[in-house]
């Protein structure tokens, strides 16, 4: 999406933009982010000397697939915006292209690793069952070593 700056020609003009953008689906390095209903932009463009300023936020609800049991998940997120964009780098001043800028912006807040919840129980590593959705009949054998020990001196 563009944003107009056509009224924002003179150095020392700020305007303010709310709108709602849509934007696709990201993928990156591999990951699949979904982007669920519109985002939310809300900012303040200033025109300095030799830059746009751009200080705001987006609202947005991304879906996320959790690292431990694979499920997809929703995150509501707010990420503050704080740019310049140089006006040399720009081929038109009197608009910029806001798609990227919100792009970047969302793949830099992304957590390192993605959590349904601090609690996700994760997967059986056996038969694959979801536990966060119910117990499974697999004993997992994680007795503590030196419990074990102690255990096999009873069995002698
Ligand atoms: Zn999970
Ligand atoms: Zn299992």
């Known amino acids: 999406m563009y944003i107009n700056l056509s009224d924002l020609r003179e150095i020392g003009l700020k305007k303010s933009v709310s709108k709602e953008v849509e934007i696709h689906d990201l993928e990156f390095v591999g990951r699949e982010i979904e982007i669920n209903d519109v985002i939310r932009l809300d900012l303040e463009i200033y025109n300095t000397q030799d830059s746009f300023l751009l ?14 049991c694979l499920e997809k998940y929703k ?5 503050d915006i704080s740019e310049e964009v140089l006006k040399s780098d720009l081929e038109d001043q009197d608009e910029l292209f806001i798609d990227e800028i919100i792009v970047d912006n969302i793949i830099l807040s ?12 994760g997967l059986c ?5 979801n536990l966060n959705k119910g117990d499974c009949d697999c004993e997992i054998d994680n007795i503590d070593p030196r419990l074990q020990k102690l255990k096999d001196f009873y069995e002698k």
């Open 55 to 68: 200080e705001g936020s987006i609202e947005a609800v991304l879906v996320l697939t959790c690292s431990r």
């Open 75 to 79: 995150d509501p997120v707010k990420i």
């Open 125 to 129: 590593p056996i038969c694959g069952q």
């Open 110 to 121: 992304l957590p390192i690793k993605t959590l349904c919840s601090e609690t996700c129980k």
